[in-house]
Structure formats: structure tokens, C-alpha cells
């Protein structure tokens, strides 16, 4: 396996765009921090975002997580062209030749998948636990290490989207037009598929239908945070207002998603394998 890895980090790292983008991702995952220099001050008006408990802990872990996977586009990006590479510059043909076996060849970009979902969900954990000494109320560490499931979504949503993108780079091998289909059905998952089970089995059935397809359950691993927060609770309890949302991540949802990233490795290899090369 570490073979593996390590060709796969040589190629990527040799690559101008693909170290350009790696780079990147990681600077806005750290960007995060900024947030905290957020103030308005503007005569009695005086806001500082920090202050307004987003880096409180345990909350820290859910907001940090949400925003943070927001940026997952850049390595999809990466993950994608890499399967692109392999096929314009023939270098599949050759690792083959090499004595790679296609199984081998799969599970070296399987194993780049969960390398970076791994190192992104640690830097997210240390971005996050620094903040949150810095600016959160609370420091107990039962309190710190509370809810730190939605680190565990944040690592399984990544694994999920970028084998899904692996897939698309398999089956398109073009990178461009892989990242256009993978546009296209998120629009046709939110809107084509949600519409037409809408329309057949109502709109309450046509929700709990909506959860199993692939990019909606992996939305559903990290629910929006922003309603949480004490602020926004008591401005919609003035308005009378309730949010009955759940937060929580459920192991289902991580079964389900999990379920989705096995389809889409096996899916991987079973293309790979059925193509002469």
C-alpha cells in the first residue's frame, strides 16, 4: 500500500496544476481562522463574529466542519484530473505493463482518496481546537472533546464525494467533462430527480426518497449550523419562530454513505476492468 501511495503522490506532485490546487485547499482551510478578525464598528454598532459563539466548543466542531467542506471542490478538482492524466499521457497503459495490476491501479487512487480525507480531517481538528482554546467559553475537556462526530462526517462525506468524483474521472476520462457531469447531477439530483419523485409520491415521501441518492446523503452528514447558534435562536423566538431541526449525525447516515463510496470504487474497477486499455 505504501508503494502505492507513493506513485500516486509522485505523480500529483509533479504536476503543476495538481500541487498549485493541494496547496490551495489546504491555505483555505486555514483561512477559517480569519473569521475570527470579522468585527464591524461602525458608531454604536459594534459586531465581532467571534464573540457571537461560533467558536465555541462543542459547536466549533460542527460549524468548522460545514464550512470547511465547502472547499472539498478544489481536491475534487485534483482527484479528477488525475484520472484525466492517466489517460492523455498514457501513463495507465504503462504502470500496467509495469506489472500493476488494474485492481492495484484502483485501490492506489482509492487509498490517495482517503489520504487526503484523512489529512484534511486532521487539519480541520487542529485548526479547530486552536481556535476554539483561543475564543471559545468553554475549556472543561469533557466540554472540548464533546461531538466529535462531525469530524467523523466530515472525513466520510470527503470519502464519499472524491470516490464519486474517481468514478466520474474513470468514466468520462476527461477532467472537464467529468467535473460538467458531476454539475449537472447535482442540478439534476436537486432539482430532475427531486421533481419527479415530487410529482409520483408526494412531497413528504418524495424527502425521505431524496436522502438515498449519493450527494444528498452526503449532505445530510453535516446539517447546516448556522440555526444553532444562541443569537439566531433568539432572534426567531422574538419573531416566534422555532427551528426543529436535527443536528445530530446518525449512524445510518454514515452507513448509507459508506454504502455509496463501495459502489463507487467497485464501479471504478468494474469499468477499468471491462475496458481494453
Same mark, same amino acid.
Given at each position: ?16 496544476? +495538481? ?15 480569519? %473569521? ?45 484530473? =488525475? =484520472?484525466?492524466?492517466?489517460? +492523455? ?95 449537472? !447531477?447535482? %442540478? ?38 448556522? +440555526? ?16 426543529? =431541526?436535527?443536528?445530530?449525525?446518525? !449512524? ?26
Amino acid at each position: 500500500m505504501k508503494r502505492l501511495l507513493e506513485i500516486e503522490f509522485i505523480k500529483l506532485w509533479n504536476n503543476r496544476a +495538481s500541487k498549485f490546487l493541494i496547496i490551495s485547499y489546504f491555505i483555505l482551510l486555514t483561512s477559517i481562522a480569519l %473569521i475570527a478578525a470579522v468585527k464591524f464598528d461602525i458608531g454604536p454598532v459594534k459586531f465581532h463574529l467571534a464573540d457571537q459563539g461560533i467558536f465555541n466548543f462543542p459547536y466549533i466542531w460542527h460549524f468548522n466542519t460545514y464550512i470547511t467542506a465547502i472547499f472539498k471542490l478544489f481536491l475534487a478538482i485534483v482527484i479528477v484530473s =488525475m =484520472m484525466a492524466n492517466e489517460y +492523455s499521457n498514457k501513463t495507465i497503459k504503462q504502470n500496467l505493463i509495469d506489472g500493476l495490476s488494474k485492481k492495484e491501479f484502483v485501490l492506489s487512487k482509492f487509498l490517495t482518496v482517503i489520504t487526503f480525507a484523512l489529512v484534511s480531517t486532521v487539519f480541520v481538528f487542529a485548526v479547530s481546537l486552536i481556535l476554539g482554546l483561543i475564543y471559545s467559553d468553554y475549556n472543561e475537556v469533557a466540554i472540548i472533546f464533546s461531538q466529535l462526530e462531525y469530524l467523523l462526517a466530515f472525513f466520510v462525506k470527503l470519502v464519499g464525494f472524491f470516490s464519486f468524483c474517481l468514478f466520474l474521472g474513470i468514466l468520462v476520462k476527461r477532467s472537464a467533462f467529468a467535473l460538467g457531469f458531476l454539475i449537472l !447531477w447535482a %442540478i439534476f439530483e436537486n432539482l430532475g430527480i427531486r421533481f419527479l419523485v415530487w410529482g409520483t409520491l408526494g412531497k413528504e415521501a418524495s424527502e425521505k426518497a431524496m436522502n438515498f441518492l449519493p450527494l444528498e446523503s452526503m449532505s445530510n452528514l453535516l446539517k447546516e449550523p448556522f +440555526s444553532r447558534l444562541g443569537a439566531v435562536q433568539s432572534v426567531a423566538n422574538q419573531i416566534g419562530e422555532k427551528f426543529n =431541526m436535527d443536528y445530530a449525525v446518525h !449512524w445510518y447516515e454514515i452507513l448509507l454513505v459508506l454504502l455509496w463510496t463501495a459502489i463507487f470504487v467497485y464501479g471504478s474497477y468494474a469499468l477499468l476492468k471491462k475496458r481494453d486499455l
